[in-house]
DNA sequence: AAATCGGGGAT
DNA sequence: ATCCCAGATTT
């Protein structure tokens, strides 16, 4: 009976995937560095925003020597705007990886793939499954939400849930693992969306607990956060005959390897204050006069909001560290370096 | 187990 | 405004 039903979801899955199956560009040849560098880029983030930075990304690096070979600054260039900037650089790092450990040979085996940066359980079951056609499985967000919705799963997020889904989604995989996991995916993200899921056209209606128990509005349950702390923070555009300031953030950690204009935490009260401007800046190295605000910049972030206010600087006196993190910058010359999507804006409003 | 890590699309 | 996205890594 459950080698029937499993024969059977696979079976109407590959059918409606033939018909039904999204055409994406990093499905037309299937070699590893493509379905590697798509999967990255695809963690937590939409097929529709992926797609320009995968066409672009492949076009600056066309092979895995290209991208090993890289700058991490180019690297971390095409990847602006993307966000979770650790995928960019451990993407470049397991490069650097494979090309000297693996002699360029991109692994094909679950143990290697699964030392290289960035690549986890899922993404290793994907490159497996979608790159190389071996039966692996995988758990996405899509696959979570069709398997708790197909299945009835009613309990709550966490690493036990986990543990059931990925048996579930192992029990699944046919021989035909690439057309099969392509199909989970397509089917979570265009019928069995997280909301207003479209049952009526679904090949596995007939299947589905969740359905039968019209639990599918309600499925998968999910636990509510808090509200977000608020960061209120400065950045300063100094200007030095005609060029400003910038440093490199520290490799690790939020916006790590970025560039930003100088950025501190303030209190609220300093805003306001017009003299005590000066007191703004305690790690700069080095005095500067502050100007007027000329930019406020509100951004919401995984697990804090910022408000971030941009002043106008006159350099005055002292001098910054001298090394290949803090540089003066001509406006043409900022568009070399990689900013965050916050402080692009702060790039755009000088330049237009 | 919980926190960290971006930015935007959809509603 | 909230939810969530082809998750991984660190604490």
């Known amino acids: 009976m459950v080698l029937k039903t499993k024969s059977d979801i696979s079976r109407r899955l590959l059918r409606w995937f033939k018909a039904h199956g999204r055409d994406l560009p990093w499905r037309s040849a299937f070699s590893p560095y493509t379905v590697w560098v798509s999967e990255i880029m695809l963690q937590q983030t939409q097929v529709e925003t992926v797609i320009p930075y995968y066409r672009r990304f492949l076009s600056s690096f066309p092979t895995i020597q290209a991208l090993a070979k890289a700058p991490q600054d180019l690297v971390l260039k095409q990847w602006e705007g993307l966000g979770y900037y650790s995928r960019a650089r451990?993407?470049?790092?397991?490069?650097?990886?494979?090309?000297?450990?693996?002699?360029?040979?991109?692994?094909?085996?679950?143990?290697?793939?699964?030392?290289?940066?960035?690549?986890?359980?899922?993404?290793?079951?994907?490159?497996?499954?979608?790159?190389?056609?071996?039966?692996?499985?995988?758990?996405?967000?899509?696959?979570?939400?069709?398997?708790?919705?197909?299945?009835?799963?009613?309990?709550?997020?966490?690493?036990?849930?986990?543990?059931i889904l990925w048996a579930y989604s192992a029990s699944l995989v046919p021989s035909d693992a690439r057309s099969f996991n392509s199909a989970l995916m397509d089917l979570g993200a265009t019928v069995c969306r997280p909301r207003n899921p479209v049952c009526g056209l679904c090949p596995l209606k007939t299947l589905c607990q969740g359905f039968e128990q019209h639990l599918q509005?309600?499925?998968p349950l999910k636990k509510k956060r808090g509200p977000l702390p608020l960061r209120v923070q400065s950045a300063l555009?100094?200007?030095?005959?005609?060029?400003?300031?910038?440093?490199?953030?520290?490799?690790?950690?939020?916006?790590?390897?970025?560039?930003?204009?100088?950025?501190?935490?303030?209190?609220?009260?300093?805003?306001?204050?017009?003299?005590?401007?000066?007191?703004?800046?305690?790690?700069?190295?080095?005095?500067?006069?502050?100007?007027?605000?000329?930019?406020?910049?509100r951004q919401t972030f995984t697990h804090f909001k910022l408000e971030l206010h941009i002043f106008n600087a006159e350099y005055h006196s002292g001098s910054p560290p001298r090394d290949k993190n803090h540089r003066w910058v001509s406006l043409a010359g900022l568009r070399e370096f990689p900013f965050s999507a916050s402080h692009k804006k702060i790039v755009e409003a000088l330049s237009g």
């Open 90 to 163: 451990n993407l470049h790092r397991a490069a650097k990886q494979v090309v000297e450990a693996f002699n360029g040979r991109f692994p094909d085996q679950m143990d290697a793939l699964i030392t290289l940066p960035g690549i986890g359980k899922s993404t290793a079951g994907a490159i497996l499954s979608l790159a190389y056609n071996q039966p692996f499985p995988i758990l996405d967000g899509n696959v979570k939400r069709v398997l708790t919705r197909l299945f009835a799963l009613r309990a709550l997020p966490g690493a036990g849930l986990d543990k």
């Open 217 to 219: 509005e309600l499925l």
């Open 237 to 297: 555009v100094i200007w030095k005959n005609k060029r400003v300031f910038i440093r490199k953030r520290p490799v690790k950690g939020l916006l790590g390897g970025l560039w930003e204009f100088p950025e501190e935490a303030i209190k609220k009260a300093n805003l306001t204050g017009g003299t005590k401007r000066l007191e703004i800046y305690q790690n700069l190295g080095f005095q500067v006069n502050v100007g007027e605000a000329i930019l406020k910049i």
